[in-house]
């Protein structure tokens, strides 16, 4: 993961109390606001309400990933446009929704960090209702935006630790863009909150950082970090100003179980693309070799995502998993 000192934006972060690798002296928590304004919806349900101006994130950390996303806002599109790494992880975040699409409709979805809609706008004509949340405020006004004609999505600011919605309620979540990765404390709360509101037999597909993967090799400091976390995953790993926890297969699996979560497939992301030094992963504007190889790396991973050993060894994982009757 890119670790410079000046962000994808090509500025330097002003974010307050930003985490830096090098002080890795106490754990940081993704806690994002929670919300008091609760409201009934048409269908019974008690939603959260987005609040006009500026949303009181009281936890240092969830004010500087508000921040960075805040920050971005419609920006981050064009990342996700043009860098060969977030093209590469969007190609199979479409692979995944594509193969729930063929299935007919989707029922209720929930999208537990929507971004800017890009996975929302793919599912909402293929669902009865979907309702994304997200931290950042200035993310979820670009997911009404795209998604805006969509009657049956709807998007708010919410805590994916806490989620505003009753027990069962939905029949599919889906959960990509590092959202688990940036809860690094609190990451059982949101897979044991994801689980309570997913209906019985229902999918869930998140995105999780593996703790073993190429590009770890382009750096040494959390080679060492890894090594000091025997059997688990580390939570060193840090991108603009974000820390982020690691999972190996092994700790996701136990997780997912914990909950009555059973995974059905794994697939990985920038498998081979991440022997790519970063420079070229993140590159933005004209396509020098390297970023164009990492793009042609990102097809043969796309084919090779869910194959046994690879699967395991991606940047990310991305996991669906079925809650048991």
Known sequence: ????????????????????????????????????????????????????????????????????????????????????FLMNTYDLYNLCLSEWISEGNLGRVLDVGCGSGKQAVILAPHTETLIGIDLSEALIRVAEARCRGHANAQFQVADACALPFPDAHFDRIVSYGDVLSHIVARYADAVSEMA??????????????????????????EILDALRAPGRGHDTRVWEGMRFKTFTWHELKNLMETNGLDIVSCRGHNILASLIPDRYLLEKGKRSFLG??????????????????????????????????
Do not use: C
Not at 29 to 48: E, K, R
């Open 1 to 84: 993961m890119v670790q410079w000192g000046k962000t994808a934006l090509g500025v330097e972060p002003q974010i307050p109390n930003p985490v830096h690798h090098a002080k890795r002296s106490k754990k940081v928590q993704y806690v994002v606001a929670q919300y008091n304004n609760l409201v009934p919806h048409s269908d019974g349900m008690l939603y959260g309400v987005a609040m006009s101006g500026a949303t009181t994130h009281t936890d240092a950390t969830a004010r500087i990933v508000a921040a960075v996303y805040d920050r971005f806002g419609a920006g981050f599109d064009d990342l996700v446009d043009t860098t060969p």
């Open 292 to 325: 164009s190889l990492a793009l042609r790396l990102g097809k043969v991973d796309l084919a090779l995502s869910g194959r046994f050993p690879f699967n395991r060894f991606g940047f990310n994982f991305v996991i669906t998993a079925r809650k048991r009757r």
């Open 196 to 221: 309570r509101v997913l209906k019985p037999g229902g999918l869930v597909t998140l995105e999780a950082d593996t703790k073993w993967n190429l590009g770890i090799l382009y750096h040494p400091e």
